[in-house]
């Protein structure tokens, strides 16, 4: 069987460009990785550690995200009620944005919950699909922790 490939998290930008459709580059689950960090947090946050905080993530493996995709992505998420936000206008200071989950958005992180799970079966379908018209073995399900698999 062929040594499983690090997609899980990819080391350099060249190898997620590689195959740019893999499941790292998917924005569409920034939301949830957003929505978990406030509700983890329990208190308004400013954007910046939202970032900071979205690069400790599985989501990103260690990686920043790009800071102007989680702000657009807050955008889009206030917009539909979310989140909300305001101004923090310090003394001192720049002014800082701070956002804070609404009870939509923990009622939203609760479907996440089970669309997630929805995706992982699918995927698996989709694994054995795949591996199946490639006429190989389905592979070892791959441990996606934040180490490297290559030993490297």
């Given at each position: 069987?062929?040594?499983?490939?690090?997609?899980?998290?990819?080391?350099?930008?060249?190898?997620?460009?590689?195959?740019?459709?893999l499941?790292?580059s998917?924005?569409?689950?920034?939301?949830?990785?957003?929505?978990?960090?406030?509700?983890?947090?329990?208190?308004?946050?400013?954007?910046?550690?939202?970032?900071?905080?979205?690069?400790?993530?599985?989501?990103?493996?260690?990686?920043?995200?790009?800071?102007?995709?989680i702000?657009?992505?807050?955008?889009?998420?206030?917009?539909?009620?979310?989140?909300?936000?305001?101004?923090d206008?310090?003394?001192?200071?720049?002014?800082?944005?701070?956002?804070?989950?609404?009870?939509?958005?923990?009622?939203?992180?609760?479907?996440?919950?089970?669309?997630?799970?929805?995706?992982?079966?699918?995927?698996?379908?989709?694994?054995?699909?795949?591996?199946?018209?490639?006429?190989?073995?389905v592979?070892?399900?791959?441990?996606?922790?934040?180490?490297?698999?290559?030993?490297?």
């Open positions: 069987m062929e040594q499983m490939w690090s997609a899980c998290h990819p080391k350099t930008e060249e190898e997620l460009i590689e195959c740019a459709a499941g790292k998917l924005n569409r689950l920034s939301q949830p990785t957003i929505l978990t960090i406030l509700a983890a947090n329990d208190k308004p946050m400013h954007g910046y550690i939202i970032v900071q905080q979205a690069a400790k993530s599985p989501m990103f493996g260690g990686k920043k995200p790009d800071a102007t995709g702000y657009r992505a807050l955008k889009r998420m206030e917009e539909s009620g979310l989140v909300t936000s305001w101004w206008t310090p003394d001192q200071g720049s002014a800082k944005r701070l956002f804070e989950l609404t009870d939509k958005g923990r009622h939203c992180l609760r479907r996440w919950i089970d669309a997630l799970a929805c995706y992982k079966m699918t995927i698996e379908e989709l694994r054995v699909s795949a591996s199946t018209a490639l006429g190989i073995d592979p070892d399900t791959p441990a996606c922790a934040h180490v490297d698999l290559e030993g490297e």
